[in-house]
């Protein structure tokens, strides 16, 4: 373990060694901005500043950039960025970020939530299934790797997701339109308009839609999706910036399906088991749906959101005070047939948060927030029948709230060195009241936590930046529900313990970015997510959060980088390497409870070895207008998707080996700017991609796979 370490770190100091030399011999030449790279502006540290100023691990992609690569949804968005996994579920997409993400993000009562936080301009979002919705008039996104425990608090241990949409501008009317057409029926519209009402008083408006059949033969894993935004600024001064914004999305169709695993021997891998009928155990003949006495197989998605908050900021002279108040009504209905089950499930939320900070000026020398943070979620009246086992859950009470008080400051040592401090003091608060089958159970439990960050930046050169920090960060405790006895059990937080050295750098006067990242995690009391079978004569099984004993290790390297080889040429490349180990700790994850698994020395799930994306852009310039496109290629090496890996009676099912997805896309742009068309395709090659694995019975394995290959047409206007 100890030459592991050191092996990273050498290699990644021998990288800092040979960029410091580089940066030396083009230090006297500055970029300029028609020759160096556009650098993204990115608001990470609740400031405003360039990501190749940023020392945190952090990517970003502008909205501008995924319309033109034919991207509707946060999945595809972010899939490119190192060291992110995607797992899709019929209880929404899941995100993992250096291999650590949760199998079961929060539901029934569980108030443990994902180690990945997902932001919508700012503000929480508690349920997986939301962060789609969001995805409209987007302005960019922003992936925070590793903990972020001061300014971001609890159950941010892998990371944060951030988007955020488009503001409105003052003294300017604008409007844009794109549409969208392509194969399985897809018709995407998206409308954005801004209207500015008077000097100090803008609207922007922006409304999507998105359609699609199904990928799978039987219909699922479709599109049917409308929302809209409304966003109103308020300047009456130079000093007072008020923005009120209210939001609404409806997701309908029949929602995500389940294949039987493996795929190979079929003439498509998206070929789905139809559900005119479905009996349980499968092959019994003992029917829960779709034959005489029993109700029809029909499966339904019903989703419904609601969102208003506001951003008040006021400059005090000496410093900026912020304001975001924020509530949300959330409800989804589904009938689902997934994993060989059926069940009618319907889950409410009413979500609050208030956040209070200030902030430094822009300015000054010594940068520095701090806040209040208040979060209520409200989950009562969650109901769930689940036709296969014949249960009922029904959720009468289910309470989460946090609060936290919370401060960082970053302070010049010299004109070149900078130190970084912070603290986040956390309360953690559920508690939950559960009917299953007749059995009432209830649980309810406090978490109190400090996390800390403490770091260092230097300026190699003006155009080099090394950073390095240590953290830690907590994942609350929560509740989980046997799904033989109905017995609400607990588990506790999950601890980690960060060390972090990275590498910024500028190179030929802007034209070639390159940073580089290494890392190391030990966490404690790690919450793992299985599935076992409690009685091998039963076709029930338990899924189960239970935290690990012992040190559980996640470590890695990453370098990403664009090289602007010409004016009209662009290469883009990630590389990423990485290392987990579970605990030397045993887990029931046999046929019967006793059955134990030793988990020490394996890896974690979907934490893939190595991985890397390779893109290449070009632009032809003509009299009329400007032709880019654009490829695309991500290699994966193989990894385990679920832990059942370990035990099942074929674990290759439950294992994803190494592949490569590209895509494609070319676009057309008026000279003036105000027209553009393109061509997109994504995953050319056609290659089916295991995101969840499920067991159907004792043997059966069915699972999620990710889309299929997809073409179309954009056509966009831009109006002022």
Not at 558 to 583: Q, S
Not at 678 to 693: C, D, E, F, K, T
Request: hydrophobic residues 35%; proline residues 4%; charged residues 15%.
């Amino acid at each position: 373990m100890k030459k592991l370490e050191k092996g990273i770190l050498a290699a990644f100091l021998t990288l800092t060694a040979a960029s410091q030399s580089h940066a030396d011999m083009a230090a006297d030449a500055p970029a300029t901005a028609d020759q160096g790279l556009q650098e993204i502006v990115v608001t990470a540290q609740r400031r405003s500043e360039s990501i190749e100023k940023t020392p945190l691990a952090i990517s970003a992609v502008t909205g501008e950039a995924l319309a033109n690569e034919g991207v509707m949804n946060l999945q595809d968005a972010i899939s490119l960025m190192p060291s992110v996994q995607i797992q899709a579920s019929n209880l929404g997409t899941g995100f993992y970020i250096r291999g650590i993400g949760s199998r079961i993000p929060g539901v029934f009562g569980d108030g443990s939530g994902s180690p990945v936080s997902t932001y919508s301009d700012g503000i929480f979002q508690s349920r997986s299934e939301i962060t789609n919705l969001m995805f409209l008039d987007v302005d960019r996104i922003e992936v925070l790797r590793g903990p972020q425990g001061t300014l971001y608090g609890r159950n941010n241990n892998a990371g944060a997701v951030n988007i955020l949409s488009n503001d409105p501008v003052l003294g300017t009317d604008s409007a844009t339109v794109t549409l969208q057409y392509g194969n399985y029926s897809e018709q995407h519209a998206e409308a954005a308009g801004n209207i500015a009402v008077s000097d100090t008083v803008a609207i922007r408006a922006a409304f999507g839609s998105e359609r699609h059949t199904g990928y799978l033969t039987n219909g699922l894993d479709d599109a049917d999706t409308q929302s809209g935004r409304v966003k109103v600024l308020i300047q009456p001064s130079e000093a007072l910036r008020i923005l009120l914004v209210g939001d609404y999305t409806h997701n309908g169709g029949l929602g995500v399906g389940n294949v039987d695993i493996p795929t190979s021997g079929r003439s498509s891998p998206w070929v789905a088991p139809g559900y005119a009928a479905l009996d349980f155990p499968p092959g019994s003949g003992n029917y829960v749906c779709g034959a005489s006495g029993t109700g029809p197989c029909t499966p339904m998605q019903d989703t419904k959101n609601y969102d208003f908050h506001a951003q008040v900021d006021w400059n005090l002279g000496w410093g900026i005070a912020s304001f975001l108040p924020a509530y949300q009504n959330y409800h989804s209905q589904y009938q689902q047939v997934f994993s060989a089950l059926y069940e009618d499930n319907s889950t409410p939320l009413r979500q609050n948060s208030e956040e209070l900070r200030l902030s430094s000026e822009a300015d000054s020398a010594v940068k520095w927030v701090g806040g209040l943070f208040y979060l209520r979620d409200d989950g009562s009246g969650l109901y769930d029948h689940n036709f296969s086992f014949d249960t009922t859950i029904q959720n009468s009470v289910d309470i989460n709230e946090t609060m936290a008080i919370f401060g960082q400051a970053t302070v010049p040592v010299t004109d070149r060195f900078r130190l970084t401090g912070g603290l986040r003091y956390t309360r953690d608060y559920f508690k939950t009241v559960q009917v299953t089958t007749g059995v009432s159970e209830d649980a309810a439990s406090d978490f109190y936590k400090l996390t800390y960050k403490g770091g260092a930046e230097f300026d190699l050169t003006s155009d080099s930046l090394l950073y390095g920090e240590v953290s830690n960060g907590f994942r609350q405790g929560g509740v989980g529900q046997s799904a033989n006895t109905g017995t609400i059990y607990s588990f506790g937080p999950e601890t980690i313990l960060a060390y972090e050295l990275g590498s910024k750098n500028k190179f030929m006067d802007g034209k070639l970015l390159f940073n580089a990242d290494v890392y190391w995690y030990q966490y404690k009391g790690y919450q793992l997510d299985v599935n076992f079978y409690p009685d091998p004569a039963s076709e029930v099984y338990e899924t189960k959060t239970s935290n690990l004993p012992g040190i559980t290790k996640v470590g890695g390297a990453e370098l990403e980088g664009a090289w602007l080889a010409t004016p009209a040429d662009r290469i883009d490349f990630t590389t990423t390497y990485e290392y987990t180990r579970f605990a030397d700790a045993s887990v029931a994850l046999g046929s019967v409870a006793t059955d134990l698994t030793d988990l020490g020395g394996r890896e974690l799930p979907r934490a893939p070895k190595w991985a890397g994306t390779l893109g290449y852009g070009h632009t032809w310039d003509f009299t009329k207008g400007s032709v880019t496109g654009h490829v695309d290629g991500q290699y994966s090496s193989n990894y385990v998707v679920d832990l059942l890996y370990f035990t099942y009676s074929n674990p290759a099912l439950f294992r994803q080996s190494g592949y490569e997805l590209y895509n494609a896309n070319v676009t057309w742009t008026a000279q003036n700017g105000h027209w553009s068309a393109g061509l997109y395709g994504r995953n050319l090659s056609n290659r089916a991609v295991l995101q969840q694995a499920n067991p159907a019975g004792p043997v059966a394995v069915v699972g999620v796979i990710g889309d299929p290959r997809t073409y179309g047409i954009r056509l966009t206007g831009n109006f002022k």
